[in-house]
C-alpha cells in the first residue's frame, strides 16, 4: 500500500503539472484583458478630456472672432464719423473770419476811403493767415528758390536775367502751401532757363 500512496502524490504532482500551465495560459488572458480594458478605458477618458478641451477652445476662438467682428465694424464707424465731420473744427473756426469779411463788405458800401478798406481787409488777411498757421498750414517762399519739382508746378520757362538764376524760380504766380510739412498745394511757378 505504500507503494499506492507513494503513486498518488506522483499522480496528483502530474495532473497538477499539466493543469498549471492552462491555468497559468488562463491567468494571463485574463491579466491581459484587464490591461487591454484599463488602457481603453485610460484612452477613452483622454479621448473625452481633449474633446473637452477642444470644444472649450473652439468656443473661445468663436468668442474671440466675434469680439474682433465688432471691434472692426466699430473702428470702421468710427473712421467714418472722423472723416464726415473731421472738418467741423477747421470750420468752425473760419467763422469769425467770414463775419469780418461780412462786417467789412458793409462798412465798404458806406466807405470813401479806399485806405480805410484796404487797411480792413489787410486785418482780416493777416487773422486768417495766422488761423491757418495754428493749424500747421504755412505758405511756401518759392521766388528765388531753386525749382523743386515735388514744391513748384512750372507753368512757364522764362530766360533768365542773369546765370546764377538758371534753373532757379523766377516768378511765383500762385502760392503754394504746406501742412505739417506735407505739400497741400504745389506753389505755380515760372522757372528761370
Same mark, same amino acid.
Given at each position: 500500500?505504500?507503494?499506492? @500512496? #507513494?503513486? %498518488?502524490?506522483? +499522480?496528483?504532482?502530474?495532473?497538477?503539472?499539466? !493543469? +498549471?500551465?492552462?491555468?497559468?495560459?488562463?491567468? $494571463?488572458?485574463?491579466?491581459?484583458?484587464?490591461?487591454?480594458? #484599463?488602457?481603453?478605458?485610460?484612452? %477613452?477618458? $483622454?479621448? /473625452?478630456?481633449?474633446?473637452?478641451?477642444?470644444?472649450?477652445? &473652439?468656443? *473661445?476662438?468663436?468668442?474671440?472672432? !466675434?469680439?474682433?467682428?465688432?471691434?472692426?465694424?466699430?473702428?470702421?464707424?468710427?473712421?467714418?464719423?472722423?472723416?464726415?465731420?473731421?472738418? $467741423? @473744427?477747421?470750420?468752425?473756426?473760419?467763422?469769425?473770419?467770414?463775419?469780418?469779411?461780412?462786417?467789412?463788405?458793409?462798412?465798404?458800401?458806406? %466807405?470813401?476811403?479806399?485806405? +480805410?478798406?484796404?487797411?480792413?481787409? /489787410?486785418?482780416?488777411?493777416? &487773422?486768417?493767415?495766422?488761423?491757418? /498757421?495754428?493749424?500747421?498750414?504755412?505758405?511756401? *517762399?518759392?521766388?528765388?528758390?531753386?525749382?523743386?519739382? *515735388?514744391?513748384? *508746378? +512750372?507753368?512757364?520757362?522764362?530766360? !533768365?536775367?542773369?546765370?546764377?538764376? @538758371?534753373?532757379k524760380v523766377i516768378d511765383t504766380t500762385q502760392t503754394g502751401y504746406t501742412i505739417? #510739412?506735407?505739400?497741400?498745394?504745389? %506753389?505755380?511757378?515760372?522757372?528761370?532757363?
Amino acid at each position: 500500500m505504500n507503494k499506492n @500512496k #507513494d503513486k %498518488a502524490p506522483k +499522480a496528483e504532482k502530474e495532473t497538477k503539472q499539466e !493543469a +498549471a500551465p492552462e491555468i497559468v495560459d488562463d491567468l $494571463e488572458e485574463v491579466a491581459d484583458d484587464t490591461q487591454e480594458n #484599463d488602457t481603453e478605458q485610460t484612452l %477613452a477618458k $483622454e479621448l /473625452e478630456a481633449t474633446q473637452a478641451a477642444l470644444e472649450k477652445e &473652439k468656443k *473661445e476662438y468663436f468668442f474671440l472672432m !466675434a469680439d474682433f467682428d465688432n471691434y472692426r465694424k466699430r473702428v470702421i464707424k468710427e473712421k467714418a464719423e472722423i472723416i464726415k465731420n473731421g472738418a $467741423e @473744427k477747421v470750420l468752425a473756426g473760419l467763422l469769425p473770419i467770414v463775419d469780418d469779411f461780412e462786417r467789412g463788405l458793409k462798412a465798404t458800401q458806406s %466807405a470813401d476811403d479806399a485806405d +480805410a478798406v484796404r487797411q480792413g481787409m /489787410e486785418l482780416i488777411y493777416n &487773422k486768417l493767415i495766422k488761423y491757418l /498757421e495754428s493749424n500747421g498750414v504755412k505758405a511756401m *517762399e518759392s521766388t528765388g528758390a531753386d525749382f523743386d519739382p *515735388e514744391l513748384h *508746378e +512750372a507753368i512757364a520757362t522764362i530766360p !533768365a536775367p542773369s546765370v546764377e538764376l @538758371k534753373g532757379k524760380v523766377i516768378d511765383t504766380t500762385q502760392t503754394g502751401y504746406t501742412i505739417n #510739412d506735407k505739400v497741400l498745394r504745389h %506753389a505755380k511757378v515760372a522757372v528761370g532757363e
